[in-house]
């Protein structure tokens, strides 16, 4: 029987381990070719493999997970029972997870958890609406166990996602499916800035802005972005043809952002080209594109994730629990110089340039050769092609067999007249 296999995660600290859970937990290293040479192996990409390092099927009914962003493989773990629940698959920092549960006061399903991205120490987790029970609650763990939060906010309400601000300690949570609130913690939970929105779900904050919250609706097929400075209104709302399951930005390059649909096998990248806070900016100008996991084989994508060090690199998972990494091809910018050459870019930090060549015998790669009329006609100048040349000459000029021949027909003509 196959395993049910809901998310899968990159490991921050180790980025050469993914961590999927479903009906169970498990850790995957990844390899190359070279280095595999197990035969309990999966390939995943091109020379690339991954094999299960780990496998844990304790606790039972898992609802959400997120991975630590320290050292060591240390999980959080959500439960439908409420229960929360810091599960270690490493031996580095063990510590953390010895006696750190924490169950609710009333059963009701954990519906997401985050750890902060940079203050390691702060985990939050949303909960479904029972009674007047706190839907959104956050733990200091360098000032309180597990089983004693920190703060508590939302009142009554039903928590659909969370996530955290990159650079300050707040926390936005998308509650009843109709508001997306801001808390500071440093100011007891105080609510700073709030939407009515029905794209509450899926919140998730650019690593490379802390202005834009992206977030998706469930009642109408609808990816949002907002900008904090602006926040009363979306500056973007991008419709979408399915049922929006997933939205993530990537983590190598600002403004990139992939969202998943239902039953479907392709990702969506949306790339902000410009930006607009109010109207006076303007307006905010988006391109979309399709993608398609190198591996068909993997069948609808379940989940995805971005590698969090590897320039534009994707983690698909597919409904047969097969998984495929690729990396995103970057739209490219070509510039020609003065010179005849051409430039363009390659990924966030390099640039390629491809000079022209005057030859066809040039040391060249055949795939990369660029062949330009000025330039054959700019080194033959300063050779000095068209003077009083005689059949001797011919062969420095490299004028290939049509020019050669017309060449060498004139000059015996002009020998003949005279």
């Not at 099927?57 to 959500?78: F, K, M, Q, S, Y």
């Not at 609808?300 to 597919?318: C, K, Q, R, Y």
Request: glycine letters at 6%; one cysteine or more.
């Amino acid at each position: 029987m196959n395993e049910r296999r809901v998310e899968v995660i990159w490991v921050p600290c180790s980025p050469d381990k993914y961590v999927t859970w479903g009906s169970d937990l498990r850790l995957y290293r990844v390899l190359d070719a070279s280095d595999s040479k197990g035969t309990d192996r999966e390939q995943i990409g091109p020379n690339r493999f991954a094999e299960v390092v780990q496998c844990v099927t304790e606790p039972r009914h898992i609802n959400c997970v997120d991975v630590w962003r320290g050292d060591g493989v240390h999980l959080a773990v959500g439960q439908a029972t409420g229960r929360v629940s810091l599960i270690s698959l490493s031996e580095a920092r063990k510590e953390l997870s010895k006696e750190r549960e924490y169950t609710p006061r009333q059963t009701r399903p954990c519906t997401a958890l985050a750890w902060h991205p940079k203050q390691h120490n702060l985990l939050a987790a949303g909960f479904e609406k029972v009674r007047t029970e706190y839907g959104v609650v956050v733990w200091d763990l360098t000032q309180t166990k597990l089983d004693k939060p920190w703060f508590e906010n939302g009142n009554g309400d039903h928590c659909t996602s969370i996530s955290w601000l990159h650079n300050q300690p707040c926390l936005v949570a998308g509650l009843g499916g109709k508001i997306v609130k801001i808390f500071d913690t440093r100011t007891n939970m105080k609510v700073v800035n709030q939407t009515v929105t029905k794209a509450a779900y899926g919140l998730s904050v650019d690593p490379g802005s802390d202005y834009r919250i992206s977030g998706y609706s469930e009642v109408d097929p609808s990816v949002v972005i907002w900008d904090t400075r602006n926040f009363e209104k979306p500056i973007v709302t991008l419709i979408s043809s399915q049922q929006v399951t997933k939205v993530s930005w990537c983590p190598t390059r600002q403004g990139l952002l992939a969202n998943s649909v239902r039953d479907s096998g392709v990702i969506m990248l949306r790339d902000i080209m410009s930006w607009a806070v109010s109207q006076e900016d303007g307006e905010a100008s988006v391109t979309e594109r399709t993608i398609l996991p190198p591996n068909s084989q993997i069948g609808n994508i379940v989940d995805f994730a971005w590698h969090p060090s590897e320039e534009n690199t994707l983690l698909a998972m597919g409904t047969s629990s097969r998984f495929a990494e690729w990396t995103v091809a970057d739209r490219l910018t070509l510039n020609w110089s003065a010179r005849h050459g051409v430039t363009w870019s390659s990924g966030g930090a390099n640039l390629l340039n491809l000079q022209p060549s005057a030859s066809e015998q040039d040391d060249v790669l055949p795939h990369l050769q660029l062949r330009d009329v000025g330039v054959v006609m700019q080194t033959r100048a300063k050779q000095g092609y068209a003077g009083a040349l005689s059949l001797t000459e011919l062969e420095k000029y490299d004028l290939g067999p049509e020019l050669d021949t017309v060449w060498s027909w004139i000059i015996r003509c002009r020998s003949a007249t005279i």
